[in-house]
């Protein structure tokens, strides 16, 4: 049997070895052989795993080919953006140290023209009898002093004249009423600083600018103008000797276009370059990085811009945009090289693969075998695996939620999107049912959060004495004549600071747990009273003032060995069918949650008390809420409804949504557009934050919390650092309780849980951005 066995294998290699061997392939009819290629497309068409294997490779190449491509484009884009970042500097730089040149000059003017008013200078024979003496021209040697930018100052009569001149004394007579400072604010009564054209210092031949500010009379008259001159090599020396790349350049403009100072020197100084997008730039004393097609000597180049805030200068970096790629062009022909490499390399071992396939077909009836034994061993090991991992589920409840939550958020949106979009009711029936589906999800979520003590609580000032009054009414028509209800609330019950909806839930919990313990009839007490806490802490409870709450029963009572395990989540007390195992649990949650905790004291056969201690409140408890909060999925409104409430509610309004998962974030941006919000989208806060520092200024933030690298939280936190005050819309699965933090508090974010209704996001949305407009 062993030895027909391998003669069998032996026969199928054989035959597996001629449908790709040509020498062994011949025409039925015993004609001519067939030709390789055709031999190798019919054994293509009869092999379905060959096929599948060619297919694996052809993508396998076009993957390789696309990541090659995409990964030489994005190191261009981040080479550009290193070369953006470094000139932004060096431009910013420059322009704080020629604002601060030019500021210092115009300094000199305005003090000369305060000494001037306080003097009593109001006409033009004023000026000129009182500033012409020595005396003026000392005051104006000692001006200069100490500023090597400012060649000399000049005192200027309304007729044009020189008054005095810091150079030397006595001036000669000397009328510059042709200059363009000099009619410039002889016409215009204005307290703004003109900065003139340059021209050549007769003196030494250098080029020279002219800082002019007016002088008017107390009745508004021209009366003269005071002027600086400024070398304008001063500039070129600083630009000099901060060294920029040999491709690079640095020059000073006046806004209308003027070139004023450049390193490297040009003969071009005194003459307007400014030209198209360029020009624009200089006009609007815009700052910021583009790309010019075209320099003043040669090609495209990248062009760093700053305007100076209160003077027509413009200063600018450039860098040539060859030299900018020079290394990358280098990388990207390695890359491009390695790329073909490996896609060569992988072509051929699919081609080697693909020659040897058809020979490895005759043995998978062995490895089926072989794989069955494994898969056997597999699905122990995975038995064993799902063991150990159920008895860690408590430990992981919250985790599941928030990722639960996500998916929820995800399929309701899209379940809304649906219903809203048409009126057939044989899609939105369906839809609608969907719906419901997720409620209730939705609910089984917070569920699991109130055991894992990360449930989302709402903590307000609750009078109990008011609450157990209302519990015991309504378990006075659910439990039955049979089990009898006492109270006994102590007549000056503290406040206590808890989540009402959920410390009545607790309270109807724990009393159904008594009337399952007393099948036979029994009573129920339910007592309150005060109590405070000393320095040593109980039940982990911090030292304080605590309402204490117990609910006790003549039940059947717990063995010590279930006692023990009566709070673990999906631990039930109860017998096989009769218990999911939440309610200890969440009561167990809830109560540590809150700043609390609980105690359980049980004796078989004399029943059982379960002791809360809940936090004492500082302030007067409001009126009662009526009944629990809903989840935050419901089911939608009517879609004309939904349609009129959502169309156009957005417009105006730019959002910036931030969520690492890529399902909630799709589909929260398609709904925020279509109701006219214009969105942004981040997959993390670190993208955020640079849309941010790239001038994306949104009117909310919607983000989610619990994200790669940095929170929602410390996204919230770093803005607020920033003194950024955009609103922002916490709207997070997180399985903890943030609206409480002192965190939350302190960067002001409201939040929101998943799975929220859409309608609910969009009014939120707009009220938030309504409110900081």
């Not at 998978?364 to 995975?382: I, L």
């Not at 029936?429 to 709402?458: C, D, I, M, Y």
């Amino acid at each position: 049997m062993a030895f027909g066995s391998f003669r069998s294998v032996g026969a199928s290699l054989n035959h597996r070895q001629a449908l790709i061997s040509p020498e062994r392939t011949a025409q039925p009819d015993g004609g001519t052989p067939v030709p390789p290629a055709y031999q190798w497309l019919a054994h293509l068409r009869a092999s379905r795993p060959l096929r599948i294997l060619l297919l694996i490779g052809g993508l396998s190449v076009a993957v390789l080919l696309t990541a090659t491509i995409h990964y030489i484009v994005s190191m261009r884009e981040r080479e550009l953006a290193g070369a953006e970042r470094e000139l932004s500097t060096l431009n910013l730089s420059l322009a704080e140290q020629t604002a601060s040149a030019t500021q210092s000059v115009d300094l000199v003017l305005t003090t000369i023209i305060e000494q001037l008013k306080a003097e009593g200078v109001a006409t033009p024979e004023d000026y000129v009898r009182r500033m012409g003496g020595r005396d003026t021209y000392q005051m104006l040697r000692a001006r200069i002093t100490g500023l090597p930018q400012l060649d000399a100052v000049t005192m200027i009569a309304a007729d044009g004249h020189l008054i005095n001149f810091s150079r030397y004394y006595p001036i000669p007579r000397v009328n510059v009423s042709d200059r363009d400072y000099f009619a410039y604010l002889r016409d215009h009564d204005t307290t703004e600083p003109f900065i003139s054209e340059p021209v050549r210092n007769r003196g030494n031949g250098s080029w020279t600018i002219y800082l002019a500010r007016r002088i008017s009379g107390p009745d508004g008259g021209f009366v003269g103008l005071v002027l600086g001159a400024i070398e304008l090599s001063y500039f070129e020396r600083i630009y000099k000797a901060l060294q920029p790349d040999a491709d690079g350049s640095i020059s000073l403009w006046r806004r209308d276009g003027i070139l004023l100072a450049r390193h490297p020197m040009l003969p071009d100084i005194g003459r307007p370059l400014g030209q198209g997008q360029f020009l624009k730039v200089l006009e609007h004393a815009r700052s910021g990085v583009f790309l010019s097609a075209k320099g003043l000597n040669d090609g495209a180049r990248l062009v760093a811009t700053r305007a100076l805030a209160d003077y027509p200068l413009v200063v600018n970096v450039t860098r040539s945009l060859d030299a900018v790629l020079s290394e990358w062009r280098i990388q990207a022909w390695t890359i491009g090289a390695a790329g073909t490499i490996g896609i060569a390399a992988l072509l051929l071992s699919l081609w080697a693969l693909a020659r040897q396939f058809s020979a490895y077909e005759a043995a998978t009836w062995a490895m089926d075998a072989a794989r069955r034994a494994v898969e056997g061993r597999e699905q122990a090991e995975h038995a064993l695996r799902q063991s150990q991992k159920m008895e860690a589920i408590g430990q992981l409840t919250g985790g599941v939620a928030h990722d639960f939550n996500n998916l929820l958020q995800a399929i309701g949106i899209n379940l809304h999107v649906i219903d809203s979009r048409t009126e057939d009711e044989r899609i939105t029936g369906p839809a609608r049912l969907a719906l419901q589906a997720v409620e209730r999800g939705a609910t089984l979520t917070q569920h699991l959060l109130a055991f894992s003590r990360r449930q989302q609580l709402r903590p307000v000032p609750v009078d109990v004495a008011a609450l157990v009054e209302r519990v015991s009414r309504l378990l006075g028509r659910t439990l039955g004549q049979s089990v009898r209800i006492e109270t006994e609330v102590a007549t000056d019950l503290w406040p206590a600071m808890i989540d009402p909806t959920q410390l009545e839930m607790a309270v109807l919990n724990l009393a159904l747990n008594a009337r399952d313990a007393m099948p036979g009839g029994g009573t129920l007490w339910i007592l309150a009273g005060n109590r405070s806490v000393g320095a040593g802490p109980v039940l982990g409870m911090a030292a304080g003032d605590y309402v204490v709450l117990r609910v006790r029963d003549t039940g059947t009572g717990m063995p010590a060995e279930v006692q023990a395990r009566a709070f673990e989540p999906f631990f039930t007390t109860k017998e096989v069918g009769r218990g999911t195992g939440l309610g200890l649990s969440m009561v167990h949650g809830l109560a540590t949650q809150s700043g609390g905790g609980v105690e359980l004291d049980s004796r078989q056969g004399l029943g059982t008390t379960v002791t809360l201690y809940l936090p004492r409140a500082r302030q007067e408890a409001d009126a009662p809420s009526a009944g629990p909060a809903s989840t935050g999925m419901a089911a939608p409104p009517a879609p004309e409804t939904e349609r009129a409430d959502a169309a156009g509610i957005g417009e105006g309004c730019a959002v910036l949504l931030v969520d690492d998962e890529e399902l909630v974030r799709s589909a929260t941006a398609g709904y925020l557009e279509q109701a006219g919000f214009a969105v942004r989208e981040a997959a993390d806060a670190a993208a955020a934050l640079l849309l941010l520092d790239h001038g994306f200024r949104p009117d909310v933030i919607v983000t989610d919390h619990m994200m790669p690298g940095m929170t929602g939280l410390e996204m919230a936190r770093t803005l607020r650092a920033r003194r950024d005050a955009t609103p922002i819309l916490m709207v997070t699965g997180y399985a903890e309780d943030l609206t409480s933090t002192a965190a939350a508090q302190e960067v002001e974010l409201t939040v929101l849980s998943k799975p929220i209704e859409p309608s609910r996001l969009v009014r939120s949305i707009r009220d938030m951005a309504a409110v900081e407009g």
